[in-house]
Structures are given as structure tokens and as C-alpha cells.
């Protein structure tokens, strides 16, 4: 069965700290890792991954994908009251246009 | 940049009756669209993949008679809840990937309560 897995599932920091959430998966014919932010409503779209060691960057947060041991990283750094959400990883596999999410992980930046 | 608009964003009705949300695309031809719900402190679990002019697959677990998707058009589908229940009550969020758009859009969400 395909899952994706992510870590912590709930994150408690202060504003500037440095936060690195993570995302493993175990899907077949893997293409694509996608990350999202959720805060009250709908998602929206951070990034998107799909080859190895390339970092992409948005501001203060950042993603890398490891295809060899099938995970990711989103990098949130100097953290703010606003990145508070909750962070979705999800993959998307060949064949399919389904999106399989993760559980997400809950941040809380308190001031 | 692609926009999803998605109606009502929040809606109370009795057990028993039936609820409609809708969701367009904008400002791009959705080809396909999906259908998730999400649970208080959970991820989104997909129901249903729609294209336009198909019938709509349902996931595992998903009774097709209880929630019957609609896309008629390629800027339009609507999800009806029928004979709703307490129990589903729930965040129910509607996604849209067009031909042009690599990028899966979503809607703002409606949030069901069935009383």
C-alpha cells in the first residue's frame, strides 16, 4: 500500500527558531513529492520535487528531495507567528493524477 | 495564477437532507478534479477522481450512491451529500488540475455540519 509518512506530527517553537519537517515515502513509480501549507482553509502550494539533491528555495523556507532513501525536507528558518499551519507532504505517482497526502505536521510558532 | 472557487464555504442542514457544494475553475479548464475530506487533526483523504463528461471513481470505502460528484462541464463540478448524517459532517475540499496546469489547485473548503 502506498503511504507517505511525516514527521513530527505536531511542533512547538519560538519566533526565529529553525524548524526541519520531514517527509518519507513508499509509493510505486513515485514522480513527484509536493509540499503544501494549511492554515485555515485550503491548501496552498509550496513546492514541488522531483529529482535528487536539488534545493528549492522560497524566502525562508526551503525543500530538498533524497529519491535514494525516499524522503524530504521542508526547512522553515528565522520562523514567524505566521508560519504556523499545518504542513502537508504529498507524492503523486506515474499513471495516476492522484495526490496521496501525509498526515501532516502541525507547527506552532508562539512570539 | 489558477484560482478554485468553492460554494458554500460553510454549511448547517438537518439530517436527512441532501447538500451541494460546487467548485469552478476560474480562470482554467479543469479536466480533472478531486474531491477530499478531512477529519479534525487529519490529512485529506481522497473520494473521488472526476473528469469532465465521465463518471466520476470513487476510493475504496467511498459509497458512490451517498456522494455523487457532477462534472458536467470542464469549469464546474459539484459534490451532493445525500441523506446527510452527523457523521458527515467534515471539511470536505475540492481540487483541480487542467491541461495546461501542471499544478493541482484548491478550492477554500466548505465545512458540513449535519444537525
Known amino acids: 500500500e502506498d503511504k507517505v509518512v511525516q514527521s513530527p506530527l505536531s511542533l512547538v517553537v519560538h519566533e526565529g527558531d529553525t524548524v526541519t519537517l520531514n517527509c518519507s515515502y513508499e509509493v510505486t513509480n513515485f514522480r513527484s513529492l509536493l509540499w503544501y501549507k494549511q492554515e485555515k482553509k485550503a491548501p496552498t502550494f509550496l513546492f514541488m520535487l522531483t529529482s535528487s539533491g536539488i534545493e528549492k528555495k522560497s524566502g525562508r523556507l526551503s525543500s530538498i528531495l533524497d529519491k535514494k532513501e525516499l524522503f524530504s525536507i521542508l526547512n522553515i528558518t528565522a520562523t514567524q507567528t505566521g508560519d504556523s499551519a499545518i504542513y502537508l507532504c504529498a507524492t503523486t505517482q506515474g499513471g495516476s493524477e492522484k495526490l496521496v497526502f501525509g498526515k501532516g505536521t502541525k507547527l506552532t510558532v508562539n512570539p | 495564477g489558477a484560482v478554485v472557487s468553492q460554494h458554500p464555504s460553510r454549511v448547517i442542514c438537518k439530517s436527512g437532507t441532501s447538500v451541494k457544494i460546487e467548485c469552478r475553475s476560474l480562470?482554467?479548464?479543469?479536466?480533472?478534479m478531486f474531491w477530499y475530506r478531512q477529519f479534525p487533526k487529519q490529512s485529506l483523504m481522497l473520494m473521488a477522481t472526476s473528469n469532465e463528461g465521465s463518471k466520476a471513481t470513487y476510493e475504496q470505502g467511498v459509497e458512490k450512491d451517498k456522494f455523487l460528484i457532477n462534472h458536467a462541464s470542464l469549469t464546474l463540478s459539484t459534490l451532493t451529500v445525500t441523506s446527510a448524517h452527523p457523521e458527515d459532517s467534515s471539511f470536505y475540499i475540492c481540487?483541480?488540475?487542467?491541461?495546461?496546469?501542471?499544478?493541482?489547485?484548491f478550492g477554500s473548503g466548505t465545512r458540513l455540519t449535519v444537525v
Open positions: 480562470d482554467f479548464q479543469a479536466t480533472t
Open positions: 481540487s483541480a488540475r487542467g491541461q495546461l496546469n501542471y499544478g493541482y489547485t
